[in-house]
């Protein structure tokens, strides 16, 4: 759902780090992300104590592993999906995750 359709203002930035600052700045009120890639960001910024993450989610939120066709590596893929999924299966993914503080049930498939 883009909730920009829905009627919500919104304001779209470049990068990560400035949507934090942008947050923090109380320019806006809230930002929809991916926990797991913003929150090594805000505490990297120091800005833990004005960003609050909410226990709201948006989606499930797909990740894909994407590369150049004309990557010497494109033949790879079968064995990356390969690796991937072990990764999947011995649940190292949470182990992962849970570094960062994210719920990995929630990312993972």
Known sequence: MNVEKKGVRTEIVKKDR??????????????????????????ELGLSKEIELTNV???????????????????????????????????QFTKIFAKYSVDSSTLVR
């Open 18 to 43: 400035y949507a934090a600052r942008f947050v923090a700045s109380k320019k806006v009120d809230g930002m929809i992300n991916v926990a797991f890639s913003m929150s090594p960001i805000i505490a």
């Open 57 to 91: 989610r948006f989606g499930p939120v797909d990740f894909h592993l994407m590369m150049s066709k004309k990557s010497p590596y494109v033949s790879l893929m079968p064995e990356i999906d390969r690796a991937l999924q072990k990764l999947k299966d011995n649940d």
